[in-house]
């Protein structure tokens, strides 16, 4: 089971945010990160829990490994405001992703 | 450039069959995983499972399996994602997503979604 924290995170633009996915028990670094805006598809950012995607700035960081995990957004944009979802890929536990946390701005 | 196009809105009865279609380009379809997400309305992402479509091999959720089959067709680079007998509760937004690599890995590409609905 992935939960992420907090449920919804109010940060002013420019700011940086932090998001956090706690694992119930070891992935090592099989952890993805997906942002999704609304009215649209989930885009990846960041897999192997630190790996930047192709195109993904680099104001976006992932870090962790085991059972916890963070998402930092540093500087953050207007276009940055959505949902954000970890996913861990390990083969067991099944498959699952967080629960999601919504970034808004203050 | 990868893309995944996915077939149109669908509106069904309770106990019909349906199969939607995710068509890929941009890359050799026949060598990569290729899933299944689900968003229910105002919900999270979940994982159905995955397909290699080279050999159709397939891996289910365990939250999906029994209640959706998975298909693919190389030749002309298409996935399936079948029901035989729909339920209100498969209302849902459903993605389909190209693994970066192996069967349980990070879902790099996403197709545009494809809403169904399932109501009497």
């Known amino acids: 089971v992935l939960t992420q924290s907090p449920a919804t995170l109010s940060v002013s633009p420019g700011e940086r945010a932090t998001l956090s996915c706690r694992a119930s028990?070891?992935?090592?670094?099989?952890l993805a990160w997906y942002q999704q805006k609304s009215g649209q598809a989930p885009r990846l950012l960041i897999y192997?829990?630190?790996t930047r995607a192709t195109g993904v700035p680099a104001r976006f960081s992932g870090s962790g490994s085991g059972t916890e995990f963070a998402l930092t957004i540093n500087s953050l944009q207007s276009e940055d405001f959505a949902v954000y979802y970890c996913?861990?890929?390990?083969?067991?536990?099944?498959?699952?992703f967080g629960q999601g946390t919504r970034l808004e701005i203050k | 450039e990868v893309q995944l196009v996915q077939s149109g809105t669908e509106v069904k009865k309770p106990g019909e069959s349906l199969r939607i279609s995710c068509k890929a380009s941009?890359?050799?379809?026949?060598?990569?995983?290729i899933g299944w997400v689900r968003q229910m309305p105002g919900k999270g992402l979940e994982w159905m499972g995955v397909?290699?479509?080279?050999?159709?091999?397939?891996r289910y959720s365990p939250s999906f399996q029994g209640q959706v089959t998975f298909s693919a067709d190389k030749s002309i680079n298409t996935a399936y994602l079948l029901w035989s007998s729909l339920k209100a509760s498969d209302s849902a937004m459903y993605y389909c997503?190209?693994?970066?690599?192996?069967?349980?890995?990070?879902?790099?590409?996403w197709g545009q979604g494809t809403l169904v609905t399932v109501s009497s």
């Open positions: 192997q829990a630190s």
């Open positions: 397909i290699f479509p080279g050999d159709s091999e397939t």
């Open positions: 996913h861990h890929y390990n083969v067991w536990p099944p498959v699952t």
């Open positions: 028990q070891s992935i090592s670094t099989n």
């Open positions: 941009g890359y050799n379809f026949a060598s990569y995983w």
């Open positions: 997503v190209k693994s970066y690599s192996g069967s349980h890995s990070a879902l790099e590409y």
